[in-house]
């Protein structure tokens, strides 16, 4: 089994900042894609940020400019940093992971639980 957990989410007044973490354990041999995505309240969840197994980024045209995602492979661990916080951030933010387990060459998506981020106005 694969898990992801996500953690670094909390309450922030606007313009303020946090960091997101999401680590990968398990029977895991390889990571291709990381994501976030986001959920804000009675909405639908939507990407946020990918990031390849290269470093490619992409991003929501609503962060670019004010969120980063990075990831460290040695930990299977994926970040976004998020600055310059407004209200409309505001949601439970998500990672997911295309995860090649030991002894198979196919890739399964798996997701976190997610992280509540609150931003204040």
């Known amino acids: 089994q694969v898990q992801l957990v996500e953690s670094g989410g909390g309450l922030v007044q606007a313009g303020g900042s946090l960091r997101l973490s999401c680590a990968a354990s398990?029977?895991?041999?390889?990571?291709?894609?990381m994501a976030w995505y986001r959920q804000p309240p009675r909405k639908q969840r939507d990407l946020v940020a990918t990031i390849t197994s290269g470093g490619s980024t992409n991003y929501a045209d609503s962060v670019k400019g004010r969120f980063t995602i990075s990831r460290d492979n040695a930990k299977n661990t994926v970040y976004l940093q998020m600055n310059n916080l407004e209200p409309e951030d505001t949601g439970v933010y998500y990672c997911?992971?295309?995860?090649?387990?030991?002894?198979?060459?196919?890739?399964?998506?798996?997701w976190g639980q997610g992280t509540q981020v609150t931003v204040s106005s």
């Open positions: 997911n992971a295309r995860v090649r387990r030991v002894l198979t060459y196919t890739y399964s998506l798996y």
């Open positions: 398990g029977s895991i041999f390889s990571i291709n894609e």
